[in-house]
């Protein structure tokens, strides 16, 4: 059984910066993918990155191009998301997952590719 921990989410100035780590257990399948998906109130929990088992592969929303990275650790376990240049709205709370099976990582992006998640770390940013 897989199972996801996030870790880092906290409040940060406008301009400022954020890891987050999403620590993986259970990943016994080959050729998966780890997301990066956050959710603000009232709104729908949106694609934020997504990178291939072998970290070669990495997709970003528009909205993150340029601030955001997603990388892993060289055992594969963990999955980071380096935040820079953080604006108030990117104030959500943030979910990694899992998905079994990753065909093109452009496709990665909807909530339904992915079958497992983290309890999700909250990312707060003031206006």
């Known amino acids: 059984q897989v199972q996801l921990v996030e870790s880092g989410g906290g409040l940060v100035q406008a301009g400022g910066s954020l890891r987050l780590s999403c620590s993986a257990s259970g990943l016994t399948f080959s050729n998966y993918a780890m997301g990066w998906f956050r959710q603000a109130p009232g709104k729908d929990r949106e694609f934020v990155a997504v990178?291939?088992?072998?970290?070669?592969?990495?997709y970003y929303v528009d909205s993150v191009k340029g601030r955001f990275t997603i990388s892993t650790d060289n055992a594969k376990t963990t999955v980071y998301l380096q935040m820079n240049s953080l604006k108030p709205e990117d104030t959500a709370v943030y979910y990694c997952?899992?998905?079994?099976?990753?065909?093109?990582?452009?496709?990665?992006?909807?909530?339904?590719?992915?079958?497992?998640w983290g309890q999700g770390t909250q990312v707060t940013v003031p206006s």
């Open positions: 997952a899992a998905a079994q099976r990753a065909v093109t990582i452009a496709t990665m992006t909807t909530t339904n590719r992915y079958d497992s």
């Open positions: 990178i291939n088992w072998s970290g070669v592969f990495t």
